[in-house]
Antibody, heavy 120, light 107 residues
Framework: QVQLVESGGGVVQPGRSLRLSCAASGFSFNTYAMHWVRQAPGKGLEWVAVTSYDGNKEYYADSVKGRFTISRDNSKNTVNLQMNSLRGEDTAMYYC?????????????WGQGTLVTVSS | DIQMTQSPSSLSASVGDRVTITCRASQGINNYLAWYQQKPGKVPKLLIYAASTLQSGVPSRFSGSGSGTDFTLTISSLQPEDVATYYCQKYNSDPLTFGGGTKVEIK
């Protein structure tokens, strides 16, 4: 079955960096787009970024553009989110999710999430 | 960017009631609309994609309709296990914006 397991969350000071990872299994990873979606405590869902099946196309929410970078390693079935210049408003649960298309598409399977807290 | 507006933001209904949630896009998105259910403390779950296609394993009391700018999620007979927050999301192009959510409770 499809499994997505995020890691790398934690407490980080404003302005610092953090790298999240997501390990995928149970499907042909190199044929699906992968997303990151976040949810601030008590708030709604916010789409963050997507990478195409081959990593050649990436798209970002305006709120993270220029600070976050999504990447994938199809040899290891992993997708990463490099987060730089972190701000308090980046505090959230970060979910890795599979897109229904190779290029993007809505997420169908989601991981359990990893919590990022940006605080001094 | 296209904005997604859900209404109502919350509702309370009795078990067995028919419940309708609406989602409006600020521009046309054809049928590239998904609906998610998020139960308290849980991970979001895809219910419907392509505006009206039920994801595998989702109970048939859930249905979706609409195209262009106006979409609807309907629960034909509300059950206690349907207590959750429901989100719409557009996915025709980036950014893949979510609606603000509709919290459904049992009266």
């Amino acid at each position: 079955q499809v499994q997505l397991v995020e890691s790398g969350g934690g407490v980080v000071q404003p302005g610092r960096s953090l790298r999240l990872s997501c390990a995928a299994s149970g499907f042909s990873f190199n044929t699906y787009a992968m997303h990151w979606v976040r949810q601030a405590p008590g708030k709604g869902l916010e789409w963050v970024a997507v990478t195409s099946y081959d990593g050649n196309k990436e798209y970002y929410a305006d709120s993270v553009k220029g600070r976050f970078t999504i990447s994938r390693d199809n040899s290891k079935n992993t997708v990463n989110l490099q987060m730089n210049s972190l701000r308090g408003e980046d505090t959230a649960m970060y979910y890795c999710a599979r897109g229904i298309w190779s290029s993007s598409g809505c997420p169908d399977y989601w991981g359990q999430g990893t919590l990022v807290t940006v605080s001094s | 960017d296209i904005q997604m507006t859900q209404s109502p933001s919350s509702l309370s209904a009795s078990v067995g009631d028919r419940v309708t949630i609406t989602c409006r896009a600020s521009q046309g998105i054809n049928n590239y609309l998904a609906w998610y259910q998020q139960k308290p403390g849980k991970v979001p779950k895809l219910l419907i994609y392509a505006a009206s296609t039920l994801q595998s394993g989702v109970p048939s009391r859930f249905s979706g309709s609409g195209s262009g700018t106006d979409f609807t999620l309907t629960i034909s007979s509300l059950q206690p296990e349907d207590v959750a927050t429901y989100y719409c999301q557009k996915y025709n192009s980036d950014p893949l914006t979510f609606g603000g959510g509709t919290k459904v409770e049992i009266k």
